[in-house]
């Protein structure tokens, strides 16, 4: 059973920096996709960007440029480092892990992961 941990959210002022963190365990390995979302107040689920154990990462377009996913297989941990923060950003962060995909990369549907974390909020303050 996959189990994912996050940490690393709090308060920044608009333009601030954050980086999220997802500790991994039950599995010997990253697993093939992870992913990072976010949910606001009153707002669906929302795919901020995901990475195939390989490396290959997508984003969303209302965060190119700003947020990077990278992940360290040693440490079985997964980043989401965000630069340039306005306060649209402000959410709760899930990162969520799938096994495998049937589409050949990772997409940002969360339907597709199977194991998801408690959240972390991450507000950002004008």
């Known amino acids: 059973q996959v189990q994912l941990v996050e940490s690393g959210g709090g308060s920044v002022q608009d333009g601030g920096s954050l980086r999220l963190s997802c500790a991994v365990s039950?599995?010997?390995?990253?697993?093939?996709?992870m992913g990072w979302f976010r949910q606001a107040p009153l707002a669906e689920r929302e795919g901020v960007g995901t990475i195939r154990r390989d490396g290959f990462a997508i984003y969303a377009d209302s965060v190119k440029g700003r947020f990077t996913i990278s992940s360290d297989s040693a440490k079985n941990t997964l980043y989401l480092q965000m630069n340039n923060l306005n306060p649209d950003d402000t959410a709760v962060y899930y990162c969520?892990?799938?096994?495998?995909?049937?589409?050949?990369?990772?997409?940002?549907?969360?339907?597709?992961?199977?194991?998801w974390g408690q959240g972390t909020q991450v507000t950002v303050s004008s």
């Open positions: 039950g599995y010997p390995t990253i697993p093939y996709c």
């Open positions: 969520a892990a799938a096994l495998r995909s049937r589409y050949g990369y990772c997409r940002r549907d969360d339907e597709d992961y199977s194991f």
